[in-house]
């Protein structure tokens, strides 16, 4: 059979409420030439169908930074590695929630705080979080999401208490592919987190890193993984290697493999937001406004964790240009 029509196949089954079995998704990520943008305007299809014309922004404020003592291979904040990543404590709740109201100013739906380490739990850390989603809540209109690494049930329910809407925590890869990236924790503490957020009553942010060296098969693994976890929002972020970190040397993703990704997580997870963050400006490069027409629902806007972003000013023209509207926040 044809690609185009394998693809156009694949449509019509998806929006009748198929969903892809890894042998599609691998027929699918081997689009070349025209195909590839065949691809891409089912992505749009199908974005289209699941989203309208809307699409999401958040931003994020790295509330504690460094010393993190796991060794995730990409990460500038892991004690492991000597990069020139600032080093922190938690700042306060009023920091926190000064920084959400830049946040909302800039159209953000979503506010992530975001914290370096294993994870936190009960103690002054975390009552120092959930004063500042408090204090969130009552100014805005922004959603808080929360990003503390591993949480236990009881942390969940403290946050979604507090006012937390989301919470977020990567996969980063593959379970198979893990223990090339992380050696300091079990991927399964990782998915444990998810399914307690979960259970918390919070909404799930999940997703990973592409680029450090993981398959097409294991990229289509993790994203099955996000689907059988029912995830509520996926972030795709592409490695943009710090010096100092046990990546330093990764080449970059190509722009077209980027965005084949994109297209691959929208045809997997046709009704989950996909925001694109980090590694976006170095590893798509000109072709950035295509990540919408790869499928892409959103983008993360401003500063990422441990590197700037570009003018928020920029990331909206580019909106307007494409004659998108941005989601506001629900609550
Ligand atoms: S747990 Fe988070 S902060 Fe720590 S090294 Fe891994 S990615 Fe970095």
């Known amino acids: 059979m044809q690609t185009k029509t394998f693809i156009e196949q694949i449509i019509s089954q998806v929006l009748a409420g198929h969903r892809l079995t890894a042998e599609e998704a691998l027929q699918l990520a081997a689009a070349e030439g025209a195909d590839l943008l065949y691809l891409f305007a089912g ?45 922190y404590p938690l700042v306060n709740a009023a920091t926190i929630a000064e920084q959400a109201k830049q946040a909302e100013l800039i159209g953000s739906e979503c506010f992530g ?63 198979s592919f893990f223990p090339s990236i992380c050696t300091t924790h079990r991927y399964e503490e990782d998915v444990e987190t998810v399914k ?7 909404k799930v942010c999940c997703g990973g890193i592409f680029g450090m060296g993981e398959s097409v098969a294991q990229r289509i693994e993790l994203a099955l ?13 592409f490695l943009d290697p710090v010096p100092g970190t046990a990546l330093q040397d990764a080449d970059f993703l190509s722009p077209m493999e980027c965005l084949r990704i ?26 950035q406004s295509w990540i919408f027409a790869a499928g892409a629902s959103g983008m993360m806007t401003g500063d990422y964790l441990t590197k700037k972003g570009r003018n928020p000013d920029a990331d909206r023209q580019l909106l307007v240009d494409l004659q998108l509207s941005v989601a506001q926040c629900k609550h």
């Open 43 to 87: 992505a749009t299809q199908l974005r289209e169908h699941y989203f309208g014309n809307e699409v999401s922004l958040c931003s994020i404020i790295n509330a504690k930074s460094g010393r993190c003592p796991e060794n995730c291979s990409f990460c500038a904040q892991s004690a492991h590695h000597q990069s020139a990543a600032p080093v």
């Open 113 to 175: 705080i975001i914290t370096s380490g294993t994870g936190i739990s009960s103690g002054a850390e975390l009552d120092e979080l959930c004063a500042a989603v408090r204090q969130i809540v009552a100014q805005g209109t922004v959603d808080p999401s929360c990003s503390l690494g591993i949480i236990d049930l009881a942390t969940a329910k403290a946050l979604k208490e507090a006012g937390v809407v989301t919470y977020h925590h990567n996969l980063e890869t593959a379970a």
């Open 196 to 202: 307690n957020a979960k259970q918390a009553g919070l």
């Open 225 to 237: 993984l996000l689907r059988e976890l029912a995830v509520d929002s996926i972030p795709i972020n």
């Open 262 to 287: 994109i297209a691959l997580y929208r045809y997997i997870l046709p009704d989950r937001k996909i925001a694109i963050c980090g590694g976006r400006e170095r590893n798509l490069r000109e072709l």
